[in-house]
């Protein structure tokens, strides 16, 4: 049975500007062990998608329908009770920013104890402690036995993301959640990171979704990448192709636009003109035609028809082009 199964996820904020469409039609299924980046600029619908896997966002004025199989069984028709049990042991989260994610004013010890303890309630203290010295140590802080009993400002950034990683695997989760993990830290510490994540999964067996912003970071550790823009996946493929064979005129933007970790490549980096649309007042057609420079080509189909996501060589995209076209996209075949 596929670990986690989204189908057709559509979440809608009411707000009093209007309704924010924030997640549309999105799905996708996770493996065991995988690895899978959603990737898109800010405000596209990435952490509205992942907060959603745990229900960290019902309550407000909401809206949120489709299915979220998690073993087959739906997280968005779970009871309250159910839903708790899941969080943090089946699926567990990291946040971007690891000091909304720790008490200051308990020692890290006592919190990965208890976060421990929640999923073990016959856990005794003597477990706990244990079990906070091993997750320490597991996740490369250095003197556990002196920093166990340490406050979370007694700690660097990212020493106190490790320690926000140790807790989110304390019980062993099938999938990992890492929403922008490495945002808040400087280059070298957010290479550590990623390496640290990508060998907490290999040793724990966990599925991992990770969130970013930046092209960048996903060729380290994923397999596969799915770019969302205005709430929709507007292409999902294999990390390689995303890069070598970007079939999506927005993907081929953000690549153009990012970096190149492959410092061979000495292109000039072009911003994609524009700037993200409105979920309140979304484009028609395709979100991306106002700043598409392929929309023209097509006869006005871009303004009028929204792209569905279709096989696309060995990927998958939500464009209008003919796959010739797509597959071409990073020759200038324009
Ligand atoms: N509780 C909320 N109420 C209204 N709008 C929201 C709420 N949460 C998120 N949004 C909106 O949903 C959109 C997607 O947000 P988000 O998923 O956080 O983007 P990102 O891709 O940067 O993680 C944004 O326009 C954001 O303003
Ligand atoms: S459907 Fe049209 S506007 Fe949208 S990405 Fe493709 S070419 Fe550009
Ligand atoms: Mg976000």
């Known amino acids: 049975m596929t670990l986690l199964s989204v189908r057709d996820l559509n979440v809608t904020f009411g707000t009093p ?4 469409r924030a997640v549309q039609g999105v799905s996708f299924d996770i493996e065991p062990g995988e690895t ?33 199989l998690l073993e087959g069984r739906d997280v968005l028709t779970m009871t309250e009770d159910e839903v708790r049990s899941v969080r943090g042991s089946d699926m567990a989260m990291i946040f971007q920013d ?11 010890g006592r919190q990965i104890g208890e976060a421990y303890a929640i999923h073990h309630p016959g856990a005794t203290k003597k477990e706990l402690r244990e079990i906070a010295l091993n997750s320490l140590e597991k996740v490369g802080i250095p003197e556990p036995l002196k920093r166990v009993d340490q406050y979370p400002h007694e700690f660097s950034g990212g020493m106190r993301q490790r320690i926000v990683i140790a807790m989110a695997l304390v019980n062993n989760p099938k999938i990992l959640i890492a929403d922008e993990p490495t945002t808040a830290l400087d280059v070298t510490v957010q290479a550590q990171i990623l390496e640290l994540i990508a060998e907490m999964q290999a040793q724990h067996g966990s599925a991992v979704i990770l969130i970013t912003h930046d092209l960048g970071v996903v060729a380290e550790i994923t397999e596969r990448v799915m770019v969302m823009y205005a709430g ?5 493929a294999s990390v390689e192709n995303t890069f070598a064979v970007p079939t999506h005129p927005y993907t081929r933007g953000l690549l153009k636009s990012v970096k190149s970790l492959d410092t061979a490549r000495h292109e000039r980096l072009e911003p994609i003109p524009g700037t993200p649309p409105s979920l309140i007042k979304l484009p028609s057609g395709c ?30 995209s939500a464009c209008h082009l003919p796959d010739e076209r797509l597959l071409g996209l990073m020759g200038g075949a324009s």
């Open 98 to 108: 690891p000091l909304t994610a720790l008490n200051p004013f308990y020692t890290v």
């Open 232 to 236: 929709r996946v507007v292409e999902s």
């Open 287 to 316: 979100p991306f035609h106002p700043r598409c420079a392929f929309a023209d080509s097509l006869g006005g189909r871009c303004s009028s028809e929204a792209p569905e996501l279709r096989i696309v060589g060995s990927s998958r």
């Open 17 to 20: 500007e209007g309704d924010v």
């Open 36 to 68: 899978v980046a959603i990737v898109g600029e800010s405000g596209s619908g990435k952490s509205v998608t992942a907060n959603s896997l745990l229900r960290l966002n019902f309550g407000a004025d909401v809206r949120i329908s489709g299915e979220i």
